[in-house]
């Protein structure tokens, strides 16, 4: 694996721990992304729980965006 992707991995990584750590981890797109990041990140080189982590925040985020949108739809029928 180059330097590149290894250090790409060990941004992402913590990127993902500082998340957790100031945000409560909601299951909601959580639980989602963390089993497709897992399984992406298993098979890119045995990076599951790296990859896992990523995918619990990024699933966050999509549901939290999601959210967002439909509160914003809400919003204007009324």
């Known amino acids: 694996m180059s330097a590149l992707i290894r250090r790409a991995l060990v941004a992402a990584a913590?990127?993902?721990t500082t998340v957790a750590a100031t945000a409560p981890a909601h299951a909601k797109g959580c639980l989602k992304?963390?089993?497709v990041g897992g399984v992406a990140g298993h098979y890119a080189g045995h990076h599951g729980v790296l990859g896992a982590a990523a995918g619990?925040?990024?699933g966050?985020?999509?549901a939290?965006?999601?959210a967002r949108e439909e509160r914003?739809?809400?919003t204007q029928r009324h």
């Open 72 to 74: 914003d739809r809400q």
């Open 56 to 58: 619990c925040v990024i």
């Open 60 to 62: 966050r985020h999509e």
């Open 33 to 35: 992304g963390a089993l």
């Open 64 to 66: 939290n965006k999601r």
């Open 14 to 16: 913590l990127a993902a």
